[in-house]
């Protein structure tokens, strides 16, 4: 196959992959980041502590990060059907795609907020400050930088993902890779998907990257230094009291 038959291949490929990975990432954020907030708050010690509710939501993210992606796209199937009306193609590949990366992410949020300095939590809780100003003001913008590279980290899962589901119909660089290179033996268009998506995953974990430093460096000089500042100034105020 020549370049000019490959081009708009990998190019209907490519978007397909776009898309998938794209509205699978979105959705995976915007459930995954509160559900990994609660995790936190309601974790033993949390500003809403609940055994219940924490085991209960934690149980419910391990079995979905332990299941294995192409069965959780099999198990899925009468779902995605429902959804999108079809199982095959790129947007019945963005249900389990979605899923998959709900409890994925969520995990990395977790791990994320709990890196947050305690100190600065209780600074907000003596200021009269309440759960939703402490996770709005404290908890998610120290966390940011993480919060950029879990991100990173999922985008470049789901598109490990997005490509298994291509070879079960479901589009994109994975099914071209699986239709053209392997069931068609043209090993020079495989080898061009491979390094396609190597380059692509080299720079969103580039892009990542440099984001999640970008912000840290300008974290040094927001509202969270100032608290630290606070909470450094009571210890000294107290011994200032003892002395008197």
Do not use: C
């Not at 950029?148 to 079960?168: C, E, F, N, P, R």
């Not at 392997?182 to 061009?192: A, E, H």
């Not at 998907?193 to 974290?219: E, K, N, P, Y």
Request: glycine share 12%.
């Amino acid at each position: 196959m020549t370049w000019s038959e490959m081009r708009p291949l990998l190019e209907q490929a490519s978007w397909e992959t776009l898309i998938m990975v794209g509205w699978s990432t979105l959705i995976a954020v915007v459930a995954g980041l509160p559900l990994g907030v609660l995790l936190v708050l309601s974790g033993r010690g949390g500003l809403l502590q609940n055994v219940v509710v924490n085991k209960v939501v934690g149980q419910v993210v391990n079995v979905g990060r332990s299941m294995p992606f192409i069965i959780l796209m099999v198990a899925l199937m009468s779902f995605t059907r429902w959804v999108t009306g079809t199982t095959i193609g790129s947007e019945a590949a963005i249900v389990p795609l979605a899923i998959g990366g709900i409890p994925f992410f969520a995990r990395l949020v977790e791990t994320a907020v709990r890196e947050v300095d305690g100190g600065l939590v209780e600074a907000v809780q003596s200021m009269g400050g309440s759960t939703w100003t402490i996770v709005r003001k404290v908890l998610v913008p120290e966390a940011l930088p993480s919060l950029i590279a879990s991100t990173t980290t999922t985008v470049i899962a789901l598109i490990g993902y997005s490509a298994m589901a291509g070879t079960v119909g479901g589009g994109g660089l994975g099914d071209l890779a699986v239709r053209y290179g392997y069931q068609r033996f043209d090993t020079g268009l495989m080898w061009i998907t491979v390094a396609f998506l190597a380059v692509v995953i080299s720079l969103i974990q580039f892009a990542g990257d440099l984001a999640a430093r970008t912000l840290h460096r300008r974290g040094r000089g927001g509202a969270a230094p100032a608290l630290r500042l606070l909470k450094a100034k009571e210890p000294a105020a107290a011994d200032i009291g003892k002395v008197a």
